[in-house]
């Protein structure tokens, strides 16, 4: 049985798990997708690659971020029919780049590049340097909605977490 | 005389046309003949000479062509003269340390095979590399465009240092050790240095500075013979920077990524004084003391619940680069100069200045500062003894210092019941029955979190707190404390005595406002720091975040957060303001606390107790720990699930939580929500986790709403 009592200015109410099945009624105001405020997730409305997307950590900003940023955009914007078959050389030279930096970049990400090339995620990009990069601690747990299916993926972002 | 007065006459018409000099000649040798104003109205009517046709107009053609010549002539020569010299001074500046460019440039190249080879490309490097100069004030892009020219004019001399150079470097591979080189260098650029001018002598022994920053000091004194370059052992600190980072904390990390993500190529240099890269705090006071590996203060890492490690670095070394090669760097980079305080700041100049005297210019600067831990006057007066026996936790070394003391003393006092104080008092309670420690807490308010949980919250922490081992003094104000017999003895007001071996003082921050005097900052008089707009921007390539800044939030006025979340979330949109996005702090950031393993809470918004609150709780399981939730999550902190939120599948199968034996308290777990003017400002999420979205939704939102319990069941407190 659910009651409610008054302590000065606070007030404190103990629910039962009964009582709060019923569905709020809570009016919660809509959000703008296009609001420019807002933190945006990794595509950004205009199609654009938000390359300050928490959940790329630090992989446009590192050592290897031009070679990384190279990459995926070429990967991103490809029309071919399997994607990103073009980009061959791009995915090449962000290897070659990370493997000069293995403790940024640990050895993993050999399965995880390949990964990349061949699977028509996105996200599969984040785990190759999440292994490397922890993200920080942001609140922003933004990914477009491509990722949300590659929950495979993510279990070896958090695997990889055993930085060097 | 007379002759030259009727030619002008007759040029007056067509001099006039073609040049202004001619004009004044005209006017002033007409002032002095009475024949000139009847040549006038003819001089407005035609351009073509009354009498004397054609003669006249070739005539007039030579001489005007002659003093348009002249006019370019002297134009060029001068312009010349100024080049030259401006040349001059370029290359004399930058002799010492032009090759440095050069050299970095070969191991770039990977092996240069042939000795010809490295030296074209060589030329080009030292365009974007120029020359790191301290003396130099003056920015360096000139400076590059300007060596590119002498080093092509130069082919012939440069030609031999660069031949020189480079059978040294590709002689040995580059990664072969730094030390052949040096000996080397010394020697072959000696004579040669004699006898050609500027750079590849000196520069030979930079290079090997550059290279391998093991041995700075080595070539050094070449230099210092040479050139009389730096001093030895200093690092060459580059004269200007596009993007400043003043501070290397939290802030300033989330800045330079942000940056780097958002200006391919930019060049980021961090200033800091502390002697370490970019860290994490919040673990200084919480999983660094759960940690049972006993090198913990010298790694630096921390095993999680499920196994997985981390270090408190951002990032490790090798992500950063070198300061003397930030303005060399092809895709750029970020550099942190460690030891180093900016003293000054000259906001018209753009640029500030080290304690080393060294300044540096920039075009956007972030304060990122931080801020002291305060002290209590008592302690500050008490003298030098007493002083020995306190630590002000907040830096790595404040962390080592303190483990290494708890070690070995009998009893410790922390004085402070926030979140510094009540993490650390749990810390060292838990290790208070391993090494025969007596771990106190006192404080002023009436329970743990007094100022920030309302009461009865606040109580049931106290108690939480006690079952960890800590001996709770609450309600206590410190009145003195003298060093008596190597114990001290601390006096409150109410006549109380406690005898420790050691003190912790976290009773607040103070920001760092040092450089708002010299800056012309303002300073806010409510809750301390700089004085920025939504933007966080102070001046207009000023901007400031962290701890440092306060700051115009949107949604809950003016403000100052003093939380890591916040630190992030700030230096991350100052990054992006700094490279044009012009975005208000709109995303809010949140916080987070976990009093031991059993009990935890995140929080968002104002959460101040003097709030009227309303507290919505359903009773606590086993299930409802943060050592449960990492469990679930599959992540170590609690923070990084934050982010892992949507890419995380659970791990680890839920293993049962450790028996926590019967809640006698009521309070397991609920939302608290703080108002202000009947909207929810703030909101606790109390043994809740992985719902902070729903929070901030509501936050942002700023609705009244009529029933908070409607508002709770948003957030499924019964579930796991």
């Known amino acids: 049985m659910s009651y409610c009592r008054q302590e000065g200015k606070d007030r404190i109410i103990f629910v039962t798990k009964e009582d709060h099945e019923a569905p709020s009624n809570a009016e919660l105001v809509a959000d703008d997708p296009n609001d420019p405020y807002e933190e945006q997730g990794l595509i950004l409305p205009n199609g654009d690659i938000n390359w300050n997307c928490p959940c790329l950590g630090g992989m446009a900003s590192g050592p290897c971020g031009s070679q990384f940023k190279e990459a995926f955009s070429c990967f991103h914007y490809s029309k071919e029919e399997v994607k990103g078959s073009e980009c061959i050389d791009n995915f090449r030279n962000m290897q070659e780049c990370m493997q000069r930096y293995p403790e940024l970049y640990p050895q993993e990400e050999d399965k995880e590049s390949s990964q990349a090339e061949a699977s028509s995620s996105s996200v599969s990009a984040a785990p190759t340097e999440g292994s490397a990069l922890p993200p920080e601690t942001d609140s922003t747990p933004a990914t477009s909605t491509s990722e949300s299916a590659v929950s495979s993926d993510s279990t070896s972002l958090i695997d990889n977490q055993t930085a060097s | ?720």
């Open chain 2, 1 to 720: 005389m007379l002759k030259c007065r009727t030619v002008w006459k007759k040029l007056a018409p067509l001099a006039r046309a073609s040049s202004t000099v001619c004009r004044q000649n005209v006017r002033r040798t007409g002032l002095n003949n009475s024949r000139i104003p009847a040549c006038v109205p003819v001089a407005h009517m035609s351009t073509g000479p009354a009498g004397g046709g054609r003669e006249n107009q070739l005539y007039v053609l030579l001489v005007g062509a002659a003093c348009v010549g002249g006019a370019i002539y002297t134009y060029r020569t001068v312009k010349g003269d100024n080049q030259r010299y401006q040349d001059r001074i370029d290359e004399i500046s930058s002799r010492p340390y032009k090759r440095a460019t050069e050299e970095p440039a070969t191991p770039i190249q990977s092996e240069p095979p042939v000795i010809p080879e490295p030296e074209p490309e060589a030329a080009p490097s030292p365009e974007p590399q120029a020359a790191p100069s301290p003396e130099e004030p003056s920015p360096l892009a000139p400076d590059a465009a300007v060596a590119a020219p002498i080093e092509t004019t130069e082919p012939p001399p440069a030609d031999e240092p660069v031949v020189v150079a480079s059978p040294e470097e590709s002689a040995e591979p580059p990664a072969a050790p730094v030390v052949e080189e040096e000996p080397s260098p010394p020697s072959e650029p000696s004579p040669a240095e004699l006898t050609e001018p500027p750079p590849a002598p000196v520069v030979e022994s930079e290079p090997a500075a550059a290279e391998s920053p093991a041995e700075p000091t080595e070539p050094q004194p070449e230099v210092v013979a040479e050139s009389g370059g730096p001093a030895p052992a200093s690092l060459k600190v580059p004269s200007h920077t596009p993007y400043l980072l003043i501070g290397g904390g939290t802030a300033s990390f989330a800045a330079a990524r942000s940056i780097r993500a958002r200006d391919p190529g930019a060049k980021v240099l961090i200033v800091t004084d502390e002697p370490d890269p970019p860290y994490m705090r919040p673990p200084l006071s919480k999983e660094l003391w759960f940690s049972n590996d006993p090198s913990v203060t010298e790694t630096l890492r921390f095993k999680q619940w499920n196994g997985k490690e981390r270090s408190i670095y951002f990032q490790p070394p090798s992500f950063y680069i070198n300061a003397e090669e930030l303005d060399g760097a092809e895709n750029g980079g970020v550099a942190v100069l460690t030891g180093k305080k900016v003293v000054h700041m000259d906001v018209r100049g753009n640029k500030i200045k080290l304690d080393d005297d060294t300044e540096i210019s920039y075009d956007k600067c972030l304060i990122a500062t931080g801020g002291v831990p305060r002290n209590l006057q008592v302690i500050e007066r008490a003298g030098e003894e007493v002083m020995k026996k306190t630590t002000l936790f907040r830096k790595i070394e404040d962390f080592k210092s303190l483990d290494k003391v708890s070690r070995n003393i009998k009893s410790i006092t922390i004085i402070g019941g926030g979140f510094l104080g009540s993490e650390l008092a749990c810390a060292l309670g838990r290790r208070s029955t391993e090494y025969d420690l007596e771990v106190v807490q006192m404080f002023p308010e009436k329970g743990n979190m007094g100022k920030v949980l309302p009461e009865y919250l606040s109580n049931w922490t106290t108690e939480k707190v006690k079952s960890e081992g800590v001996k709770v003094i609450s309600e206590a104000l410190v009145k003195s404390v003298v060093c008596k017999d190597d114990k001290l003895e601390i006096k409150l007001k109410d006549g109380r005595l406690v005898k420790t071996d050691h003190i912790v003082a976290a009773v607040g921050l103070e920001p760092n406002v040092d450089l708002a005097k010299s800056a012309g900052l303002e300073v806010d008089s409510d809750f301390g720091g700089f004085r920025v707009n939504a933007e966080l921007q102070a001046r207009s390539n000023i901007w400031v975040a962290g701890d440092a800044a306060c700051f115009y939030d949107i949604r809950l006025g003016r403000r100052r957060v003093e939380h890591h979340d916040h630190a992030v979330v700030s230096g991350r949109l100052a990054g992006e303001n700094m490279t044009g996005a012009n975005k208000p702090y709109w995303h809010q950031s949140m916080f987070w606390s976990d009093l031991g393993p059993d009990v935890g809470y995140e929080a968002i918004g104002i959460v101040d107790s003097s709030l009227p609150t309303v507290g919505v709780f359903a009773k606590a399981t086993a299930k409802d720990t943060p050592k449960a939730a990492t469990e679930k999550s599959g992540t170590g902190i609690r923070s990084e699930s934050e982010t892992e939120d949507t890419a995380i599948s659970p791990v680890a199968s839920l293993t049962p939580a450790p028996n926590v034996g019967q809640h006698k308290d009521e309070y397991g777990k609920g939302v608290i929500f703080y108002l202000r003017d009947k909207v929810v400002v703030g909101i606790i999420l109390w043994n809740v986790f992985n719902r902070m979205p729903i929070a901030r939704k509501i936050i942002k939102d700023g609705e009244e709403h009529a029933d908070l319990n409607e508002v709770a069941k948003l957030f499924n407190i019964h579930d796991d």
